[in-house]
DNA sequence: GGGACCGTTGTTAACGTTCACAGTCGGGCC
DNA sequence: GGCCCGACTGTGAACGTTAACAACGGTCCC
């Protein structure tokens, strides 16, 4: 009687014991190889039940040289887009199999990149993926360790690994071809920091879509992603008489944007129009609701999954490029010009 | 001569032969014990250097039995308030020398938890910290494994592990008692989700600053922490003339409190006074800036690996409690009573 | 001068699993 | 009957690290 005493966990060669059988038969049951009988397996079994025995991933990691783990190294994770690819990944990395171990940078340089890599390859990981937004996070993929297969999201043409991203041109081209659709003369920009390659590639589509129409061009402002320096860019904008439409390069600054025209008696979409990007679930209920372009962070979480799992398994090392298209979002903070 | 060939990574062994000493020498450099000849010492760091050699976790932790790894198990890592707390919690680890391994739930009921908890300890994670918001995820923290240091963190009366969490009735109360501060005759309130603790704190606290203040207690909307919710909650709301103050459970569902209120004509905080919680970077952009309670993701994040590192370390048991406290944050949104 | 002791190093044996290989048993076939 | 082959099972040796213990040389002290 008594309290139950805390034992030593079971390993194999109990369950061996117990089974009335070799520990090689117990590892080939758990690892379903063919040639075991029917009866002796389900002999095995049982003794695994009654044992509470739980295989030691530890053990098998150093055998087989797998961990079955993945890493994710990846950048302030409180943000909506981060955390929402994370999030993608890490349900796609279950569905797989694999366990999924995340680093978060706090700082940008290639030094912090080195160390998380460091961090997660001396923990064994069997893959690796690197969530890659800024320009110095891209670059610092070149320190990549050799030999661990990786993949990055949002990459920009990183070297030497395949990249899964959304195409951000094409948004920003989206988001200003419906404005210009809409009879704007032209249309401003607040960009997002000039490090970060999402921001770069909406700036190059928009650009893109003002110079294939044949419009003028404005100086962008810029932004650092928060509602602060939206709304700061939209004080600039609000004093400026010639503005009717406006392209801003994330929902939160675009929140800023509104809430500034707001103030100012600058009515949306009236005498501006605002478009977004990401969709944050937030921005169909802003003041007005806003239109924005939609990015499927999941579809990015997944497919990165699914094509490092594809190099870890076919042992290929085939550089892949998959781009996830974004999508328009039509509220009510645009409309036709004057 | 040509290039680098592709050779299996150097072991101990290896820097042992290299430096001319016993691999258990090399061990001891790696492990800064005493006992060592400075002029060995150096002699083995040169060889490790040289050789790049990477100590071999696995290996390591199949014999110490301990992976310097925890696991964390959240819900939903999307939503803003678990997406902060597991950042803390991924950056205090980190900080106190510990991997992390994250499980988001897809399924909040007892076997989903069951799920996480088998792959984390079957990984070999040295302790667990559960991000248990739900009443159901909180009581399936009975099913924790036992000899697994855990930390819940808003696990509310978790019988047998230590909790980290904010005070969310305090949080209730000083919503309403800010409200009932500015002349209302009464506050309104919509809550979240009815089989969430933080939900179920928020409503308390509420209610209790009420009976104190011998308020009459409205029956409280619920919604499901979605500005959708809110803004449905919202609507109600505005066709009922003697309506003057809202506490609105999150910020999200206040921004779609504030949505349909603009959309009826209803203007805050003129006719009625509106408080959010959760202090999300958004809030303070919001039309009008929202007053809410700020919790600290953080500091919950940063409290609860404190938590377990020592429950580790010390290898003691004894249940903690951690409090931490919220703060009203007054912004726009609301004002004295007509 | 001899024994105890300390600092330093090496040797051997775990840890719990999988892999490679070697058995054993029985049946089919010539 | 002997041979081979296939299905099934067991034996031993890895994997790369740390822990336990032994060994060595020198110093100190009586």
Redesign the pocket.
């Known amino acids: 009687m008594g309290p139950v005493v805390q034992r030593?966990?079971?390993?194999?060669?109990?369950?061996?014991r117990e089974a009335?059988?070799?520990?090689?038969?117990?590892?080939?049951v758990?690892?379903d190889?063919?040639?075991?009988?029917?009866?002796?397996?389900a002999r095995v079994l049982a003794a695994i039940g009654k044992l509470g025995?739980?295989?030691?991933?530890?053990?098998?990691a150093?055998?087989?040289?797998h961990s079955r783990t993945l890493g994710v190294v990846s950048f302030d994770t409180t943000l909506y887009g981060p955390a929402s690819t994370v999030y993608g990944i890490e349900q796609a990395a279950r569905a797989a199999g694999y366990f999924v171990s995340i680093v978060s940078l706090t700082s940008i340089d290639r030094a912090g990149m080195r160390d998380a890599l460091d961090y997660l390859t001396g923990q064994g990981v069997d893959g690796i993926v690197v969530v890659a937004p800024q320009r110095a996070t891209a670059r610092a993929l070149a320190d990549l360790p050799l030999g661990v297969p990786a993949v990055a999201v949002e990459g920009g043409e990183a070297g030497d690994v395949s990249v899964v991203c959304v195409d951000q041109a094409a948004g920003g081209r989206l988001a200003t071809e419906h404005l210009l659709a809409l009879g704007h003369e032209t249309v401003w920009h607040v960009s997002g920091p000039s490090d970060w390659l999402e921001a770069e590639g909406r700036v190059a589509g928009w650009r893109a879509a003002l110079e294939q129409a044949d419009r003028q061009v404005p100086r962008p402002l810029t932004g650092d992603w928060s509602p602060r320096s939206g709304y700061e860019a939209g004080r600039v904008l609000a004093g400026m008489r010639n503005v009717t439409a406006v392209f801003v390069a994330n929902d939160q600054m675009a929140l800023g944007v509104l809430r500034a025209f707001t103030e100012q008696g600058v009515r949306v979409p009236e005498r501006v129009s605002v478009v977004g990007f990401d969709d944050v679930p937030e921005s169909a209920y802003f003041s007005p609701p806003l239109t924005t372009i939609r990015q499927d962070f999941g579809a990015v979480g997944r497919h990165s999954i699914e094509v490092l799992v594809r190099q870890l398994e076919d042992g290929r090392h085939g550089l892949e490029r998959l781009v996830v298209p974004p999508a328009l979002v039509v509220r009510a903070s645009t409309a036709g010009s004057a």
């Open positions: 030593r966990p079971p390993v194999m060669a109990d369950v061996a009335g059988v070799s520990h090689q038969t117990v590892s080939r758990l690892n190889h063919p040639n075991v009988r029917g009866e002796t397996r025995y739980r295989r030691n991933h530890v053990a098998r150093l055998v087989t040289k």
